[in-house]
């Protein structure tokens, strides 16, 4: 009795400071990102752009750094827990949203819907932006549920859905390469992955997506818990099967849509993202890992973004570019553990 309660001790000692370390990391990277730049500035003038609406700093704090901070905070949690469910849905470690090529399937049908209404003149709105991306999302993933149900293996389902993303990549590149419009050329950059062109009233959208998203989820933490034992074990624990699982592939399709349509797609957060979590508080339970991956998604993009801003000032790199540096190890490591446990 006595070891169990030490050992109850323990896991919440990890809980918390496991989270309290995120939110640490949060805020400090915040901050972070608000003074490096261009334009250094100190924390007074930090706290004076924050507060006074007359401060000279009021511009660089909060119409440059904090309206690309936020989104950084919203889009990066809503991807790695995109990829957690993803991941619990096919009940593989290394499943995402950029690996199974469901976040190029969003650029697709979203990059030929914009050219679509900037050839004709037409403004695009945020909700025709998620959408498209939507409708993308949804066509990958049922190309990748198709495969998933004709394939035994796992890495050979992977190694589809990269291949789905490299054909709706390419189709997207010469799509944008062939546009005449001198606008429509710009989502090159787009296409990339960056934070730089969300403004304000993106942001209000974004929110209104990615938080009722992640309450959802939160709410789902039993089922889900219920699904990862199996799913004759979810059955007799009254999870309708069906409807749970047309509800993680909607709430993962709604979360990585909404990052493609304001940011592009992103590489390797929502497979590396949950992977760090499990190892930081050795758990898998989804009331623990869902708000994890969330926050830990939000750090993770803050501190991708601060290099992918600072390193080659004022040049900038692509957000992915930087996140694949991060998160590409992290999946070979991943994929060599599950290599070296199928061989035992």
């Known amino acids: 009795m006595e070891e169990k309660r030490k050992t109850e001790r323990n896991v919440r000692l990890r809980l918390r400071l496991g989270f309290a370390l995120l939110l640490i990391a949060l805020i400090g990277f915040t901050f972070w990102n608000i003074v490096a730049g261009s334009t250094s500035l100190s924390l007074s003038e930090v706290f004076d752009g924050l507060l006074h609406s007359s401060s000279p700093h009021r511009v660089i704090v909060m119409d440059v750094r904090m309206v690309r901070i936020v989104p950084a905070i919203l889009l990066g949690g809503a991807l790695a827990l995109s990829g957690f469910l993803l991941q619990t849905f096919f009940n593989n470690p290394i499943a995402g949203p950029f690996i199974l090529g469901i976040s190029s399937g969003a650029k697709l049908v979203l990059s030929v819907t914009m050219i679509g209404f900037l050839s004709r003149g037409i403004a695009v709105g945020s909700v025709t932006l998620i959408v498209a991306s939507f409708v993308g999302a949804m066509l990958s993933m049922a190309f990748v549920l ?27 590149e010469f799509v944008i390469r062939f546009a005449d419009d001198s ?27 990615v938080l009722p998203a992640l309450a959802v989820a939160f709410l789902m933490s039993k089922p889900i818990g ?49 992977h760090l979590m499990r190892r930081l508080f050795r758990t898998a339970k989804p009331i623990v890992m869902i708000p994890a991956c969330f926050l830990g998604g939000a750090v993770f993009c803050l501190f991708c ?28 490591l991943v994929m060599l553990k599950r290599q070296k446990e199928d061989g035992r």
């Open 183 to 209: 606008n429509i050329v710009k989502l090159h950059d787009w296409a990339m992955g960056s934070f730089a062109s969300i403004q304000w009233d993106n942001v209000t959208v974004i929110a209104a997506v």
């Open 146 to 172: 198709a495969i998933s149900y004709r394939v035994k293996r796992m890495s050979m389902l992977v190694i589809c859905g990269v291949m789905i993303g490299y054909i709706c990549s390419a189709i997207t």
């Open 305 to 332: 973004d601060l290099i992918a801003r600072t390193a080659f000032a004022p040049n900038e790199l692509s957000i992915s570019s930087v996140t694949a540096i991060f998160g590409a190890p992290v999946v070979i």
């Open 226 to 274: 219920a699904y990862q034992l199996g799913e004759t074990y979810a059955q007799n624990m009254g999870v309708n099967i069906r409807a749970f699982r047309i509800a993680l592939i909607l709430l993962s399709g709604i979360l990585s849509a909404c990052v493609t349509a304001f940011a592009g797609p992103i590489s390797f957060v929502g497979v590396a993202v949950p």
